[in-house]
Every structure is written in structure tokens, then in C-alpha cells.
């Protein structure tokens, strides 16, 4: 069963500098990959999505995928106070049509 | 933009009580979701489904029942909730399982007292 883990568990950057984020996963089949953000309070928002080992980059955001080392991250280039929020890596694999596994998230502060 | 609503937003019960949260979602998506966020366990998948009629189990299925009635409609029962159900639900829908990108609602929160 596919397993999602994400560091760190928390993170405060000054407001400009670049954060980075960190998801590993177990399944190696794995082909899809999405970073979430979800505000206080809020719902999901998709960033990024990603299906082959690179980098894939939508507006300040950055996901760069490793599949031999089972690794996937994101980065956020010059975060504002806003891009404060609950970051969640989520994975699935083509293979039984299996829904989106999530990690169990990383906060994000973004200092002034 | 895609647009899936729940209901109820906020709900309390009492243990045993019988909870139906509601999904609906306009986009003629085919895969409907249910997930739950607890703080240390991220999104856990409940149930989902692929179309009307249709229940696939998830990670954590355990004293929940589901219902796909119509494409647009998917609904979580608790029949004699807990207080380890206490948590908040969020729906979501996507056209293809694993492929598609996912669309949630805004969550519902419970609380089992």
C-alpha cells in the first residue's frame, strides 16, 4: 500500500526567500503527483502536477519529481505572508486506477 | 471552474447519533471522493466511487457507509457515530482515478460528542 510521508513537519521562511518542501513515497509505479495548498479553514488547492521525473513549474511554484529515489518537491520561489498555509503531497499510481494517497502535510509560515 | 458543495458545514451529534453529509458536484466528473483530515494523519480516503451505483473502499473505511445515487451525488452515512469520527470531511471529484486532478469542496466539519 502506497505510503506518502512529508518534511518537515513545519516551516518558517522570511518573506522573499525560497522555501522547500519535501515528499517521499513508497510505490515506485507511481506516475502522478500533486501539490496541494489549503489556507486556514479553507478547501484544496491544486499548485502543481507532475508525471514524469523533471521539474514542472506553474506560476511561483516548482515540483521536481525523482522516482528513483522516490522523492517529489516543491519549491516556493519568493513566498509572500499569503503563501502561508498547509502544503499536502499527494500520489497515485495508474495501476488499479487508485485514487490520490496525501501526506500528512507541511505548514508553512511566511514571515515579513 | 469545477464546483463540488457539501453539506452541512459545521455538524454535532452525540455518540451513536446517525450523520448523512452530502457531496454534490456539477461537472459531469466520474469519480467522486470522500476523505477525512485529521491533524497527523493528513487527507485518509474513506470511500469513492466511479458512478452511480458504484462503492470502491479506501484506506479507512471502518463505521462508514457511502452512497453514489445520481453522478452528481455522493453522500457519507455514520450510523452510530464516534467520537473518533470527530473530523473534518471534505468531498472531492476528478474525471479519472489517479490521472485526474482532484476538485474539493470546502469540507464539512463534525464533531461527535
Known amino acids: 500500500q502506497q505510503k506518502v510521508q512529508q518534511s518537515p513537519e513545519s516551516l518558517t521562511v522570511s518573506e522573499g526567500a525560497m522555501a522547500s518542501l519535501n515528499c517521499t513515497f513508497s510505490?515506485?509505479?507511481?506516475?502522478?503527483f500533486r501539490w496541494y495548498r489549503q489556507h486556514s479553514g479553507k478547501g484544496l488547492e491544486v499548485l502543481v502536477s507532475?508525471?514524469?521525473?523533471g521539474e514542472k513549474e506553474e506560476g511561483s511554484f516548482t515540483a521536481h519529481l525523482n522516482r528513483a529515489s522516490l522523492h517529489v518537491f516543491l519549491h516556493i520561489r519568493e513566498p509572500q505572508p499569503s503563501d502561508s498555509a498547509l502544503y499536502l503531497c499527494a500520489v497515485s499510481s495508474r495501476q488499479g486506477g487508485r485514487a490520490l494517497i496525501f501526506g500528512t502535510g507541511t505548514t508553512v509560515s511566511v514571515s515579513p | 471552474e469545477a464546483a463540488v458543495t457539501q453539506s452541512p458545514r459545521n455538524k454535532v451529534t452525540v455518540t451513536g447519533g446517525n450523520v448523512t453529509l452530502s457531496c454534490r458536484q456539477t461537472n459531469s466528473h466520474n469519480y467522486m471522493y470522500w476523505y477525512r483530515q485529521d491533524t497527523g494523519h493528513g487527507l485518509r480516503l474513506i470511500h469513492y466511487s466511479y458512478g452511480a451505483g458504484n462503492l470502491q473502499i479506501g484506506d479507512v473505511p471502518d463505521g462508514y457507509k457511502a452512497t453514489r445515487t445520481t453522478q452528481e451525488d455522493f453522500f457519507l452515512l455514520l450510523e452510530l457515530a464516534s467520537p473518533s469520527q470527530t473530523s473534518l470531511y471534505f468531498c472531492?471529484?476528478?474525471?479519472?482515478?489517479?490521472?485526474?486532478?482532484?476538485?474539493f469542496g470546502e469540507g464539512s466539519k463534525l464533531t461527535v460528542l
Open positions: 510505490d515506485r509505479s507511481s506516475d502522478n
Open positions: 507532475i508525471f514524469s521525473d
Open positions: 472531492a471529484s476528478s474525471v479519472g482515478a489517479g490521472t485526474g486532478q482532484l476538485y
